[in-house]
DNA sequence: AAAATAATGCTAACGCTGTTAGTTTTTTTT
DNA sequence: AAAAAAAACTAACAGCGTTAGCATTATTTT
């Protein structure tokens, strides 16, 4: 037995990898374990339950989107940093598919670690809004208004519920965001008068 | 062996009670068999697999949504059949949320009967949106907006997203509609130009 | 350096899942 | 009444997460 100097962090980036390549669907702690070249049962050696490591890989995934949100509205304000937002969600909904879905299978209730990583989703889009003049219980329903949009788009499209239709996605997708950006206008109307 | 007559409809039926009772999550065939007083194996005297029950029941969600939405904005116009059908449909996923989940688990994908059962879903909005003077693509795109607010806002609120901050999420869903009605507004004066 | 402790792996097993094959029993059709 | 079809059964398989108990290898303490 030769024993190879596995960490917790190594199974966790290895889970990674399988989701990210292979899928969420298919994966199996056996799967894993095999790939590390250990059997199912000294992952346990590492990881308390498969509800543990997948609660890691979110906690993973809602860096890395926190992560390509800032950077994409660094330097830009009001409509210009929202779109910039927008566009990063999307993007990193299209291209690491898999990841965003471990966000969105995460059961967000009663999780105390994961109640505060539901900060790094939210905080990015509140920077966004921040050029905006807007009371502090606008930007709560707006940024909730925000992240639906986002999401339903991007859950809709993975889904193929957009195939049925020969008509261009990303004009509608185009067309979502300035719906957002009017009621940002509009919101931000209201607050002046 | 006593044998009562059970029909492909009574499994089906008796499948779409214990979701809807004991949710999604923790169905099983066995569980299933077990209610009918049967072995899981003779489900599949009626049914070809997990997947094609799992289909059917997708069938009867949409079904039930359809009814809900059409009988919502039956002789209702414009902005007063929009908020009829986004009440609608959010009352039917937050009331059968477990029917709401099979919809979105259905893989929309290469499936020529979901393929038809996706206009079940579209049929009410292009119906709600007549009374706007829209062309036909500007309906197409303004038809899967309506979908991607609605659906991300139920399944936000759902996962329990929004229960993180004390702001009321009737007061979210208001903006949220609000914001597709300025969209529908702003395409209409787009179009008369 | 030797002994004790902790960490990392193993095997075997449990109960759960969907699913298939083959058999029996009941019902329907000819 | 005989033949065919339908609806149930038992037994089994492979896969899943998970636990218990044991062996080995590293590390730490004495």
Do not use: W
Request: with cysteine; aromatic share 8%; charged share 25%.
């Amino acid at each position: 037995m030769v024993r190879q100097g596995l960490t917790r962090a190594d199974i966790i980036q290895a889970a990674i990898e399988m989701i990210e390549a292979e899928g969420l669907h298919g994966f199996s702690l056996r799967e894993l374990a095999s790939r590390l070249h250990i059997k199912a049962a000294s992952l346990y050696n590492h990881i308390k339950s498969s509800d543990e490591l997948h609660t890691e890989i979110g906690y993973y995934a809602i860096a890395e989107l926190k992560r390509a949100q800032l950077a994409a509205i660094a330097g830009k304000e009001r409509s210009e940093a929202v779109e910039a937002l927008a566009d990063a969600y999307y993007r990193f909904g299209k291209e690491r598919p898999e990841l965003y879905k471990v966000i969105l299978s995460l059961p967000m209730v009663k999780n105390d670690a994961l109640h505060r990583a539901g900060f790094d989703i939210v905080e990015p889009i509140m920077t966004a809004m921040a050029g905006y003049h807007l009371s502090r219980e606008q930007m709560m329903h707006l940024q909730r208004v925000f992240r639906s949009i986002m999401h339903g788009f991007i859950s809709q499209e993975e889904a193929g519920c957009f195939r049925r239709f020969p008509v261009d996605v990303a004009a509608s997708y185009r067309l979502a965001v300035r719906g957002l950006i009017l009621l940002l206008e509009n919101s931000e109307k209201e607050t002046r008068e």
